[in-house]
């Protein structure tokens, strides 16, 4: 059964940098695509940024291109956001997710396996 561990979501000031984890265990993930989703208060859940796992191809919603860079470490089966320039609109529970095929989707209903999610609070 595979287990997606987010870590690193914390309260930072516009501007600011923060790096997110995905810690993920439970089977190889050779044929899998890996992904971050974002959940603001009374929004639905949206597409941030995903990874293909073996080649590392990648690709990002409008809102966090250039600003956000999504990399995977295979060693330690590790996904990572790295999250620069925050702004306000970028406060919400993040949530790391997985799914087989190596396809990145953009809808949550794609994927099948999901962390617990960390919040990232932005302050003005």
Do not use: H
């Amino acid at each position: 059964q595979v287990q997606l561990v987010e870590s690193g979501g914390g309260l930072e000031q516009t501007g600011d940098s923060l790096r997110l984890s995905c810690a993920a265990s439970g089977r190889a993930f050779s044929g899998y695509t890996m992904a971050w989703f974002r959940q603001a208060p009374g929004k639905e859940r949206e597409f941030a940024a995903g990874i293909v796992w073996p080649s590392g191809s990648t690709y990002y919603a409008n809102s966090v291109k250039g600003r956000f860079t999504i990399s995977r470490d295979t060693a330690k089966n590790t996904v990572y956001l790295q999250m620069n320039r925050l702004k306000p609109e970028d406060t919400a529970v993040y949530y790391c997710a997985a799914k087989g095929g190596l396809r990145i989707g953009i809808q949550t209903d794609e994927y099948d396996y999901w962390g617990q999610g960390t919040q990232v609070t932005v302050s003005s």
